[in-house]
């Protein structure tokens, strides 16, 4: 089992950057498949990117890619989400997700194929 607990996020202009992190704690974070997720009011939880066990692939919802960077420090038990050029439609609740039932390959785009789950950090993205 892993706890994992989001910081990071903020009220921040259009075009400006945030980085978000989320520290676990547990047992062998470094065997999940981690994710990043986020929701925003009257919508569904969404995929925003993923990452395999070693760090070594990665994959984004298009409407972030170019933008936003995941990256893992498994020493450190910790995920980041780097976020850069950020508009208006990025404001939501963000939260990051632990996948148990992965292998070393994958990087899960669905919120069922998540099985622990942070708390939720804000962004919101002033135009």
């Known amino acids: 089992q892993v706890q994992l607990v989001e910081s990071g996020g903020g009220l921040v202009q259009a075009g400006g950057s945030l980085r978000l992190s989320c520290a676990a704690s547990g047992r062998a974070f470094s065997r999940y498949a981690m994710g990043w997720f986020r929701q925003a009011p009257g919508n569904e939880r969404e995929f925003v990117a993923a990452i395999t066990w070693s760090g070594g692939s990665t994959r984004y919802a298009d409407s972030v890619k170019g933008r936003f960077t995941i990256s893992r420090d498994n020493a450190k038990n910790t995920l980041f989400l780097q976020m850069s050029s950020l508009k208006p439609e990025d404001t939501a609740v963000y939260y990051c997700?632990?996948?148990?039932?992965?292998?070393?390959?994958?990087?899960?785009?669905?919120?069922?194929?998540?099985?622990?789950w942070g708390q939720g950090t804000q962004v919101t993205v002033s135009s």
């Open positions: 997700a632990a996948s148990s039932s992965s292998n070393r390959y994958s990087t899960p785009v669905q919120v069922s194929s998540y099985d622990y």
